[in-house]
């Protein structure tokens, strides 16, 4: 049989402390991967990292707030002391907003959003590439389909990921020579806890989000999802038929799927 792509493979992970994060660490642990994990919750990390270590893996928790440049370089440097070389970088840190703009008290939670997903995506990068580029890495964001698309209540949300997609779409040119490859993940909804953590008018948590009924997949099923297009060095990861089917759906009726974003939103799902 042949290795598993990922056994020995030197894997950091952001948002590695729950949900979708979370269960990329599990399953890169069954491959035996040697992991970096990193979020603010060195709690949960060490939870997470003990039960990587107890499939197989090596795990390293490196606490790291992403929106801060300095610990991303701090996450790099960790890493490379420890394992001696970096493979790959998975990009998932990141936080929701669930408000429409015109409802916002003050713009914390547009630049918490965009410090989060779209800063910590690029700090981390910068620091990691020339490490990549040494090993001829993986690089992978994961965005959202709301990085494809316009999303009612969740507009600096989407402008984040949008912000992800045109940096890494355009990296993943220049890294080409150096056999680096940029794989872009965009998961529809996920049953985690993410939508107790969307960030509401006043740039606090808000609890009443949609219950995300229909149309919700499993974070095991998305991280599998995920790690296959990465083993694979796959460009874009879409998780679900909304997602390969709104991509060109855009293009030939951009109305139709405006509609179908507001309905979602709605709805859940
Ligand atoms: N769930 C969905 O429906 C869905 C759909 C599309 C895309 N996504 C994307 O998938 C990724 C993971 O989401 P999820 O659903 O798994 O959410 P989650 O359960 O809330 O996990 C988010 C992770 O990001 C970490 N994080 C948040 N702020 C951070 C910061 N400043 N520095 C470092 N780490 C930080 C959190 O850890 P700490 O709090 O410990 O820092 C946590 O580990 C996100 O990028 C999200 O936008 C999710």
């Known amino acids: 049989m042949a290795e598993p792509i990922f056994k020995e493979n030197v894997v950091i992970v952001t948002g590695a402390s729950s949900g979708i994060g979370r269960e990329l660490a599990l399953q890169l642990a069954d491959q035996h991967a040697w992991l970096a994990l990193a979020a ?14 107890a499939r197989g893996a090596r795990a390293l928790v490196a606490p790291t707030d992403v929106t801060d440049a300095d ?3 701090r996450l790099i440097a960790q890493t490379a002391q420890e394992y001696g070389r970096i493979d790959t970088l998975i ?27 779209y800063l910590g995506s690029v700090y981390c990068t910068f620091y990691a590439l020339p ?38 779409d355009s990296l993943r040119i220049e890294v080409a020579e150096h056999g680096v490859s940029v794989t872009m993940a965009y998961p529809d909804f996920v049953a985690t806890g993410a939508r107790f953590r969307n960030l509401g ?21 998305c991280a599998q999802l995920i790690l296959r297009g990465v083993a694979k060095r796959q460009r874009d990861v879409f998780v679900n038929a909304r997602g ?6 855009k293009l030939l009726a951009p109305g139709l799927v405006d509609r179908i974003a507001l309905r979602a939103t709605e709805k859940g799902g």
């Open 40 to 53: 603010r919750n060195s709690e949960s990390l060490n939870a997470v990292a003990a039960e990587c270590r």
């Open 71 to 73: 610990q991303c370089q």
């Open 91 to 117: 990009n998932n840190a990141g936080i929701g907003m669930w408000t429409r703009f015109e409802q916002l008290h003050d713009l914390t939670a547009v630049e918490r959003v965009m410090r989060v997903n």
């Open 131 to 168: 490490y990549l580029k040494r090993t001829h890495g993986r690089l992978v964001g994961v965005a959202s389909l709301a990085g494809k698309t316009g999303v009612p209540a969740r507009a600096a949300y989407a402008a984040s990921k949008h912000a992800m997609v045109g940096f890494f």
């Open 201 to 221: 008018a006043d740039g606090q948590p808000v609890v009443d989000a949609p219950p995300y009924a229909a149309n919700t997949m499993t974070s095991e099923t």
């Open 244 to 249: 390969k089917i709104g991509s060109w759906a």
